[in-house]
């Protein structure tokens, strides 16, 4: 009897463990499956609704696209197809950045950012701009947000950062596009004044040939859409610095304004006396 009850309980552990598996390799193959499923499509024709001409869309070998079409409304509508493809959560945070609306999306954690932002009530701006566009570029916009809804809606999975946050993605708008823009904006601009300050303080302190080379206003790695990248500024002369690093000293006023200002300005070439 007490080897017959052994047994049982073997039997029931391994029915367990057997159940236990099944269950993990059943969730790791959905994981898997939906992941794959919110993939762009790469390849192939696709058909676009309200696309009435051909549109030819191409990858180099770094995987950076090319879009070739007869009109702007054409490119403005692939275009936004495969940003949706590729980008479309990355395109969500940048639009709620800008709306202060991220809290949606991480709850709490991100109420204080959104509040900082939302007194600047951005998305009324960018829905007041959607709304004075001459018909010519309106026409386009809305191009762009058809092709990034359709390529949102045909990822055979919602993009996997909305699976971690148990989310669902939101079509896009017209002023979401604008959004965007003052996204960027926000991300480029200091929320203080403590970075130009500290540009001018060096600006001030050191030779005016080094002050143009840390301060280069572009390089060969720059892409304009428009003209020539702009040249790399010149290494500066030993001649035209004067008698070395040693001689270019930050007289501050304050322990706070020395500490943020002087040593932090450009390590090495700002010395506190």
Known sequence: MQKQSKFSARRVLCVLLLAGVLLVALGASWAYWQLRASLPTLDGVVALAELDEEVSVTRDEVGMVTISANSRTAVARAMGFVHAQERFFQMDLMRRQAAGELSALFGGKALEADKRVRIHQLRARARAIVAGLPSDESEILLAYVAGVNEGL????????????????????????????????????????????????????????SLYAFLRGKGSEWDAPLWGEPLLPPAIPEASSLGTGPQSWSCRCKSASVRSHRCRGAIAGLCRVP
């Open 153 to 208: 809606h045909r990822l055979g999975s919602r993009p996997f950062e909305y699976w971690v946050l148990r989310a669902e993605p939101v079509d896009w708008t017209a002023e979401d596009t604008i959004l965007t823009a003052y996204s960027m904006y926000l991300v480029l601009q200091p929320s203080t004044a403590e970075k130009k300050l500290t540009r001018l303080n060096v600006k001030e302190r050191v030779p005016e």
